[in-house]
């Protein structure tokens, strides 16, 4: 697929099909628990292309399992039944530790799933663009150090920090490189915790790695969306518009609209309904409210995409899932 094209069009089409980071509640369409999901790469496509096959999205997103690659580093993957996956204790303490961490190989831990799911999605779902998800590099760091520690690590040891950064960054232009053999048409490329740091760090120790990782695999046919939930990504937009990616997804800390101000016309900006407290725990008359006080905010800018502002939770109610979609549907509707 073009992706370029593909963006161009997003952009140029007067009404938007919302693309909202949907996979993991598909759990409860196949009646599967997120245990048996992540285990098995015929259970993703399946969750994937249902989600395909019942709603006109933009595009569809594979998992956002920020575990995978942690754990091919040798961290402890902790799997839930209904919740996703999160990471044990670090291990890594300090250069001696960073120093010995080895570069996994593709295929190692869970990353051989995810990449034959792909393969398996991409043969079901042909009518628009297949995502694959990974964690960027200084989010990396974080669960491998803890995410104190890394954060600490940007004043007090960051020799430490760019060895493992390193390490990180080649493992995952190797795994988006995967990604792409096995037919994505792109990557969400998830930073959250470099939006934690003063922008100065982001500048330092997450924005070249980014930048070297979209350099290495985003062309014509494969499209890098970058994804900040962190709390202080709105002060680092100059840094972020120039990281090299061709669109940026946005969680509910920022105020949308200001985003978009910032950016430039030609990068799509994506976003941004609570995950948690509209998405999980909401009501669908507040996600109607919600997704209609964002759209009035932010649909007057032609590389606005509606869409979550993470990734939905596993046990989030189909019917806020729908007043979503719905709404964003109405609103152009509407507006014609």
Known sequence: ??????????????????????????????GVTVRELVGSSGIMAECVVAVAADNDLSASVSFMDLSV??????????????????IGAPIVSGYEDADKLRVPKIGDGRSGICLDAIEKIKKAVTDRPVFAGCIGPFSLAGRMMGVSDAMLCCYDEPETLELILQKGTQ??????????RSGADGVILCEPLSGM????????????????????V????????????????HRMTRSLSENGCGAYHFGEAVELGDMLDAFPSDLLVMGNISPSSLFAAGKPEDM?????????????????????????????????????????????????
Request: proline share 8%; aromatic share 14%; net charge negative.
């Open 288 to 336: 109607r409210s919600a997704t209609e006080k964002l759209m009035k905010r932010c649909a007057p800018y032609k590389n606005f995409v509606p869409s979550s502002g993470c990734d939905i939770p596993p046990q989030s109610p189909w019917e806020n899932i729908m007043a979503f979609i719905d709404s964003v549907d109405g609103y152009y509707k509407s507006a014609d």
């Open 218 to 233: 985003q062309d014509q046919d494969f499209l890098v969306i970058y994804h900040n939930c962190g709390d202080f990504t």
């Open 1 to 30: 697929m073009d992706m370029s094209q593909w963006k161009r069009d997003l952009i140029n089409s007067k009404a938007k099909k919302p693309m909202p980071i949907l996979s993991y509640p598909a759990v409860q369409k196949l």
């Open 171 to 180: 493992f995952i232009t190797d795994y988006i490189k995967a990604f792409k």
């Open 69 to 86: 690659e942690a754990e091919c580093f040798g961290c402890e993957a902790i799997i839930y039944d209904y919740d996703v996956p999160a």
């Open 197 to 216: 740091v003063s922008p100065s760090h982001e500048e330092e120790f997450s924005a070249p790695y980014i930048r070297q990782i979209a350099d290495a």
